[in-house]
Nanobody, 117 residues
Framework: QVQVVESGGGLVQAGGSLRLSCAASGRDFSISAMGWFRQAPGKAREVVAR???????NYADFVKGRFTISRDNVKKTVYLQMNNLKPEDTAIYYCNFLQWTTVPGSWGQGTQVTVSS
């Protein structure tokens, strides 16, 4: 069984930064691809960034150059460094194991990010 707990969200002004953390459980963390996702009010959840077991990353176009995903396999934690935040980045941010995204019960509570203009 796997579990994720997100933290680090908050209220920030446009142009500011936040660092999100995702603490994961599960013995297969180090060999699992992980992702950050977000869901804004009235919109579907969307992929923000992904990182595989080897540390290779890819990003949605709307965050390229601003956000950085990383992982610490010893701490079983995934991070999302968010710089130059924009009001349109306002959303609940979630992380998950990529292999579990279709399982409804696998999602955590998320962490709210609000960017004021």
């Amino acid at each position: 069984q796997v579990q994720v707990v997100e933290s680090g969200g908050g209220l920030v002004q446009a142009g500011g930064s936040l660092r999100l953390s995702c603490a994961a459980s599960g013995r297969d963390f180090s060999i699992s691809a992980m992702g950050w996702f977000r869901q804004a009010p009235g919109k579907a959840r969307e992929v923000v960034a992904r990182i595989n077991s080897g540390g290779n990353t890819n990003y949605a176009d709307f965050v390229k150059g601003r956000f950085t995903i990383s992982r610490d396999n010893v701490k079983k934690t995934v991070y999302l460094q968010m710089n130059n935040l924009k009001p349109e980045d306002t959303a609940i941010y979630y992380c998950n194991f990529l292999q579990w995204t279709t399982v409804p019960g696998s999602w955590g509570q998320g962490t709210q990010v609000t960017v004021s203009s």
